[in-house]
């Protein structure tokens, strides 16, 4: 496949390890989780001493789940943490009382909220520094194919301007319910929800400190070998293809 999308740490890995890919645009430049918590708790400070399920030990949700704590003066080592990749998981742990917290992305944290979970907050409110998902390509292949790739971005850019459009919500959500096979509900909150945190960018620019951060982050939790330089991640002649986009 010449391109792919999906959560931008597992690019910036491949990368590292000398994966002949490069970042092309954003997609999500904010993170869908919110942090909820048994209905017992109601405070940040409150999860201090608790276990919390986020998705691993070097996930970004690790990231995420520190930079929301530590305002409220709670620390890694204060709490314990238990490991479940997929978000649906880590819901059925909190729901079964398996776990006191977890960070859910949409509609789970809806669904949690329904039953009575208590919401602490969202990863939007503490961290606006780090992209969430993006599209890498190939870039062999993406040098020979320019044209293919601007077609490719604008068409992204487009079906964005059509998903922001109030006059398209319904379709939207009958499009999203039709394809997911999730209830009516969960759509139409997640819908507009993301909507209102601004999650897609139209061009989805390379923010060169934003990409930085992220990467900074990776090293840190020891999960790049080598540096963290942005440059390593991008291709001079592909991941500025964004900003022609019309």
């Known amino acids: 496949m010449p391109l792919g999308s999906g959560g931008l740490v597992d690019p910036l890995r491949a990368i590292d390890k000398g994966a002949k890919v490069a970042l092309l645009r954003i997609e999500?430049?904010?993170?869908?989780?919110?942090?909820?918590?048994?209905?017992?708790?109601?405070?940040?400070?409150?999860?201090?001493?608790?276990?919390?399920?986020?998705?691993?030990?070097?996930?970004?949700t690790r990231?995420?789940?520190?930079?929301?704590?530590?305002?409220?003066?709670?620390?890694?080592?204060?709490?314990?943490?238990v490991f479940a990749g997929a978000t649906a998981a880590r819901f059925a742990?909190?729901?079964?009382?398996?776990v006191d917290a977890a960070l859910l992305t949409s509609p789970f944290n809806f669904r949690a909220e329904a039953a009575g979970f208590t919401h602490l907050g969202l990863t939007v409110d503490y961290v606006k520094d780090f992209p969430f998902t993006g599209y890498v390509v190939n870039?062999?292949?993406?040098?020979?194919?320019?044209?293919?790739?601007?077609?490719?971005?604008?068409a992204v850019a487009r079906s964005i301007d059509w998903f922001h459009r109030e006059a398209n919500r319904s379709e939207a959500i009958d499009i999203l319910v039709?394809?997911?096979?999730?209830?009516?509900?969960?759509?139409?909150?997640?819908?507009?929800?993301?909507?209102?945190?601004?999650?897609?960018?139209?061009?989805?620019?390379?923010?060169?400190?934003?990409?930085?951060?992220?990467?900074?982050?990776?090293?840190?939790?020891?999960?790049?070998?080598?540096?963290?330089?942005?440059a390593r991640f991008m291709d001079p002649e592909l991941s500025r293809l964004a900003a022609q986009v019309k």
């Open 28 to 60: 999500a430049q904010a993170a869908p989780y919110g942090l909820m918590a048994k209905p017992a708790i109601k405070t940040m400070a409150g999860l201090r001493g608790k276990t919390i399920s986020i998705g691993g030990a070097k996930d970004i």
């Open 63 to 81: 990231m995420f789940l520190e930079r929301m704590l530590a305002p409220h003066g709670v620390k890694p080592g204060e709490y314990d943490l």
């Open 93 to 98: 742990a909190l729901h079964s009382g398996a």
């Open 139 to 154: 870039t062999e292949w993406g040098r020979k194919n320019k044209a293919k790739l601007l077609d490719f971005l604008a």
């Open 178 to 230: 039709g394809v997911s096979k999730i209830e009516r509900r969960d759509v139409e909150l997640t819908y507009d929800f993301f909507r209102k945190i601004d999650i897609y960018d139209r061009k989805g620019t390379i923010n060169d400190s934003a990409i930085g951060n992220l990467a900074k982050a990776l090293k840190e939790l020891g999960d790049l070998d080598g540096s963290a330089e942005v």
